[in-house]
């Protein structure tokens, strides 16, 4: 059969057999893509890899945002985001996020919304958990300096995507009051983007307002250096977790055991969830449920798991 007709992902035993027939089995493409705290959370399987396979393979990166990858050694990188793609057929390759209809059947055994954020990558590529000395995220630091004193700030990123994970206007706005008044400096901080993720519209008077003038590794830089982060269930989590950042978060549409990571060799180091509740308590995730299960809307219940506004801003300056 023509390797050009069959998928580059199929199941493991044929993909690898294709593979070695072709004689690229040691030539492997890990693939990433997906939200940027996907792509994030996929870097210590990236690690894993290079560090488990390096010597014996040949290993290669295609990414929509390599530049959170910038620090590990790749034979080439594919940059997504510009239009390069690279041959499947020159390649064993490795997804670390599969779409629920992928012919790998992943989703049958595991779902992305009930897996741990760092766990399901390295299922997806490499059928393991990895060791937990090796699950800590690690990014580059590309040194971006603020013209502003850090010691005295409150980073927020307020956050825009599903509804199950937007909070209103008013709570931001209140958590941000809260800061200014109690002398602490609030630095707002996120990107908009297409796909309609970005950060709610948040009064910015006395604010630091830094949306959409960071770059990436401008954000995760800052948050290498700042002392509290407030967010909901969004990338900068995934970005302040390689820092000493205390991190306050309310987690609402994914259980904050699945949001959470290791840090400095323990358990959710410095993070602390917020929230009164979320679509757990709500759903039901037997597997022989009929109808799939979306976190995506959770109508009138995501007001009751919000936190006091007043309270989360008063957490986060007692970190200062």
């Given at each position: ?91 064993l390759t490795f997804e670390t ?23 399901f990558p390295s299922m997806c ?196």
């Amino acid at each position: 059969m023509d390797s050009l007709q069959i998928p580059a992902m199929m199941l493991p035993g044929f993909r690898t057999t294709l593979a070695v027939q072709n004689g690229v089995e040691k030539n492997l493409l890990f693939r990433t893509w997906g939200g940027l705290g996907d792509q994030i959370c996929a870097e210590p399987t990236l690690r894993y890899a290079i560090n488990t396979f390096k010597g014996r393979c040949k290993i290669s990166l295609e990414s929509e945002r390599p530049e959170f990858f910038q620090h590990l050694e790749f034979e080439k990188v594919y940059d997504l985001s510009k239009g390069q793609k690279a041959n499947p057929d020159k390649y064993l390759t490795f997804e670390t996020i599969t779409p629920p209809n992928d012919t790998n059947l992943v989703w049958q055994f595991f779902s992305h919304m009930l897996t741990n954020c760092v766990d399901f990558p390295s299922m997806c590529a490499l059928r393991l958990t990895l060791p937990i000395a090796d699950k800590e995220v690690r990014l580059h630091d590309v040194g971006y300096k603020p013209e502003f004193d850090l010691g005295n700030a409150v980073i927020i990123h307020a956050g825009r995507h599903w509804q199950s994970k937007t909070f209103p206007k008013e709570f931001w706005d209140s958590v941000v009051n809260e800061v200014l008044h109690h002398q602490a400096i609030p630095v707002l901080i996120g990107g908009n983007a297409d796909d309609n993720r970005g950060t709610v519209d948040v009064d910015t008077r006395e604010c630091i307002d830094l949306r959409n003038k960071l770059s990436l590794m401008e954000t995760v830089s800052l948050l290498k250096q700042s002392k509290v982060l407030l967010t909901n269930d969004s990338s900068p989590l995934h970005m302040a977790v390689d820092s000493d950042a205390w991190i306050g978060f309310v987690a609402t549409c994914k259980h904050p055991d699945h949001i959470g990571h290791w840090r400095r060799g323990e358990w959710m180091w410095r993070m602390v969830n917020h929230g009164k509740g979320g679509i757990w308590d709500i759903m039901d995730y037997c597997p022989n449920v009929e109808n799939e299960v979306s976190a995506e809307n959770v109508g009138d219940h995501l007001e009751k798991w919000l936190p006091d506004p007043k309270e989360f801003a008063k957490w986060g300056i007692s970190k200062l």
